[in-house]
């Protein structure tokens, strides 16, 4: 649940209270006074985005793949020589 900050206007006591987005406090815990209270902007959290690949993981794969192919040509093309 959100945390919130309210403030009395009668006694100038500060709240800080834990409820759902629907819900609103008017009266002062401290001094009692119905109506007395408003919301005070409070810190908010931001979601950082990921840093975006510069490669997708399937392009890893497929390069991976083309080097091990090469690899074994190349280790086919030695032992085909070595035969000869």
Partial sequence: MPIYIYGCNHCGSEL???HSM???MEDCEVCEIS???TRKPSMFSSIKK?????????DHVKSFIEE???D???QKN???K???
């Fill in 72 to 74: 074994l040509n190349q």
């Fill in 82 to 84: 070595k035969n000869d």
């Fill in 78 to 80: 030695n032992l085909e």
């Fill in 68 to 70: 091990a192919k090469q």
């Fill in 50 to 58: 990921k840093p975006e690949q510069k490669q997708k993981v399937g």
């Fill in 22 to 24: 629907t819900e609103t």
């Fill in 35 to 37: 109506g007395s209270l």
């Fill in 16 to 18: 800080t209270v834990s």
